[in-house]
């Protein structure tokens, strides 16, 4: 069996990440969705384990600790990061891991894997980015406008990365995403 490659999605919150992913995993058999461990609070409807694992603080930071981590990141006020054993154990099973990481965390793993394929979703314009940022109801204005400050700074990074998916049109995108996958795979 073949090993499977490391993929790394990163862009801003409100970039459409979760959304083309969906899509794609729902493709894809052979694709693994790494679920990250984070210091935040669910949103309504998320569950542990599933969405992401959600840590308390001192969870975290002993796991910090014991190097139990592929990435991690402070962002907007909370620890966000991979748990490298699984990634590592399901890269050897022969599927393709699928990351959906902050740019700082993105930044580490492209370091400790140079191997890894790093895509970035970029929204089509920053002023949509803040529309689908509001448009979502989930956060007050001040962390909505935390988001879009971070976004800023993480817009100038996407020269960085492999590949550049503009996410303007979703199946568009998802047709992007997929030729990526193929032209790795062959």
Do not use: C, W
Not at 54 to 73: G, V
């Amino acid at each position: 069996m073949n090993k499977g490659t490391l993929y790394v999605f990163t862009g801003p919150s409100g970039a459409g990440k979760g959304t083309l992913l969906s899509r794609l995993m729902a493709e894809d058999d052979r694709l693994f969705y790494s679920i990250s461990a984070t210091t935040r609070a669910p949103r309504s409807g998320e569950t542990d384990g599933v969405q992401y694992y959600f840590l308390t603080r001192a969870d975290f930071e002993r796991k910090i600790a014991q190097n139990a981590f592929l990435e991690h990141a402070r962002y907007v006020d909370n620890y966000y990061g991979t748990l490298e054993a699984p990634v590592n154990e399901k890269l050897a099973e022969g599927y393709d891991v699928i990351l959906e990481i902050e740019v700082q965390g993105a930044m580490q793993v492209h370091q400790k894997r140079p191997d890894a394929v790093m895509v970035f979703i970029a929204p089509p314009s920053f002023e949509e980015l803040a529309a689908r940022l509001r448009g979502r109801g989930t956060e007050d204005e001040e962390k909505v406008r935390k988001r879009l400050e971070t976004a800023k700074e993480e817009l100038k990074s996407r020269d960085r990365f492999d590949y550049v998916v503009v996410n303007d049109e979703i199946d568009r995108a998802v047709r992007e995403l997929q030729g990526i996958l193929a032209a790795r795979r062959t």
